[in-house]
């Protein structure tokens, strides 16, 4: 197989392996009036389920990681897969929301695979500036699944009632983990494996400054990204009272923009350099938030301001994610498995919590949005700080990413 076609069928199984999670995710949000209707919950209460998602889905990777670092990707996914959609399953027939919430845990615990290997298999196989090139790409294909969910989850759920949404969910990880059984090659050969004990693998990858940097951005941007995505939501269809479809085609424009960051962020590295890229990006995010906190800071809450600082802040995410994820993977070779499980597990993990702690603030208006936003860009911005004072203060001949 030539390289070319190597990338694209790489590419494409793991944006599929991505899409799965992604769409969880975000399909729902469309539909939380009708859900909050039938479970007899309040909307801002069903920011939860975000939570009960991402929580499990962040954890479950730091298993996934070291396990595939030993006994190779494939049968991680496969089994992972299979876990997803019996929890897909449990939500949706589901009529209890504690049931459903528990369908919603055991789907983030089974898709946690592929939070993981999603950053795992290209170290595998790339390095280098084909590794931050071939992140870049595969940023821009997985921003599809999200773009195309709710808009989908929208027409389901007036069509046939939300929980088509999730019928569709369970027949699209069955397609998946079809697909990874019969065309995945194991990308991670067994004199390559590790055998050392899990602790070992941690310390060796945490020890780093500059991976313990890029982690605290990553983990910040990225609970920017839930952060909105939960109370997006609930601020067009509560707050502006807007209905589900035109909710779900506003909740997918800031979308374009970190389809534009990833697609900037190889280019703007490879004709400048790394930090150039994350400069930029974190100042993209910085200037996102300020656009959705200013009305808020007023009491106002705007679809125009909302989308429209939302969508500078995913430009300036498309940019760092994978600027960071590289400059964080570059260095572990030998170690991607658990690497990525420290980067997926603890951006999950993160904005689990951090959507957790946003569902219990009241949401009259946008500015706590905008306020937790530019928080999470402060916070990246310190993480930024630590990998390049570490790395100007070094004599290290090894470059961040080449």
């Known amino acids: 197989?030539?390289?070319?076609?190597?990338?694209?069928?790489l590419t494409f199984l793991i944006a599929i392996l991505t899409a799965v999670g992604?769409?969880?995710?975000?399909?729902?949000?469309?539909?939380?009036?009708?859900?909050?209707?039938?479970?007899?919950?309040?909307?801002?209460?069903?920011?939860a389920v975000m939570a009960c998602y991402l929580i499990p889905y962040g954890l479950s990777q730091f298993v996934y990681g070291p396990l595939s670092d030993r006994l190779g990707r494939k049968p991680i996914i496969?089994?992972?897969?299979?876990?997803?959609?019996?929890?897909?399953?449990?939500?949706?027939?589901?009529?209890?929301?504690?049931?459903?919430?528990?369908g919603s845990f055991i789907q983030g615990l089974g898709i946690g695979c592929?939070?993981?290997m999603s950053r795992t298999l290209t170290r595998d196989v790339f390095s280098g500036a084909e590794l931050h090139k071939v992140n870049s790409l595969i940023s821009m294909?997985?921003?599809?699944?999200?773009l195309v969910a709710p808009v989908l989850g929208g027409y389901l759920s007036e069509a046939f009632g939300w929980r088509s949404s999730y019928?569709?969910?369970?027949?699209?990880?069955?397609?998946?983990?079809?697909?990874?059984?019969?065309?995945?090659?194991?990308?991670?050969?067994?004199e390559n494996r590790r055998y050392e004990r899990v602790t070992d693998s941690y310390r060796y990858v945490l020890s780093d400054r500059r991976f313990q940097g890029y982690l605290i951005c990553l983990v910040a941007i990225f609970s920017g990204v839930a952060i909105f995505e939960a109370a997006a939501g609930v601020l067009l269809g509560g707050v502006l009272q807007?209905?589900?479809?035109?909710?779900?085609?506003?909740?997918v424009l800031p979308i374009p923009g970190y389809l534009v960051g990833a697609a900037l962020s190889s280019i703007i590295a490879a004709k400048k350099n790394e930090k150039s890229a994350l400069t930029f990006g974190l100042f993209a995010t910085m200037a996102g938030s300020l656009i959705v906190l200013i009305p808020g800071l007023m009491g106002q809450t705007t679809a125009l301001t909302l989308i429209g600082g939302?969508?500078?802040?995913?430009?300036?995410?498309?940019?760092?994610?994978?600027?960071?994820?590289?400059?964080?993977?570059?260095?572990?070779?030998?170690?991607?498995?658990?690497?990525?499980?420290?980067?997926g597990g603890m951006q999950n993990l993160g904005a689990g919590l951090a959507t957790l702690a946003a569902s219990v603030i009241p949401t009259t208006d946008q500015m706590p949005l905008g306020a937790l936003m530019l928080l999470m860009s402060l916070l990246a911005l310190i993480g930024l700080i630590r990998v390049y004072r570490k790395h100007d203060q070094s004599n290290d001949q090894m470059p961040l990413a080449v």
Not at 83 to 101: C, D, K, R
Not at 141 to 146: G, K, L, N, R, Y
Not at 172 to 186: D, W
Not at 242 to 251: E, N, W, Y
């Open 22 to 47: 992604q769409m969880t995710q975000t399909m729902y949000v469309p539909s939380i009036g009708y859900m909050a209707s039938e479970f007899l919950e309040s909307p801002a209460a069903l920011q």
């Open 242 to 251: 807007l209905p589900a479809t035109t909710v779900s085609l506003l909740f």
């Open 114 to 116: 592929g939070g993981a």
């Open 310 to 343: 939302a969508t500078i802040y995913f430009l300036g995410a498309g940019i760092l994610f994978p600027a960071a994820t590289t400059g964080a993977l570059s260095p572990l070779p030998y170690h991607a498995g658990t690497g990525g499980a420290v980067l």
């Open 1 to 9: 197989m030539s390289a070319s076609s190597q990338v694209i069928k």
């Open 167 to 190: 019928m569709f969910l369970a027949l699209f990880g069955i397609a998946v983990v079809i697909t990874m059984m019969t065309s995945f090659k194991e990308t991670l050969p067994k």
């Open 141 to 146: 294909c997985v921003i599809f699944s999200p």
């Open 78 to 102: 496969v089994v992972g897969l299979f876990i997803y959609i019996i929890g897909t399953l449990i939500a949706l027939f589901a009529h209890q929301y504690e049931w459903f919430l528990a």
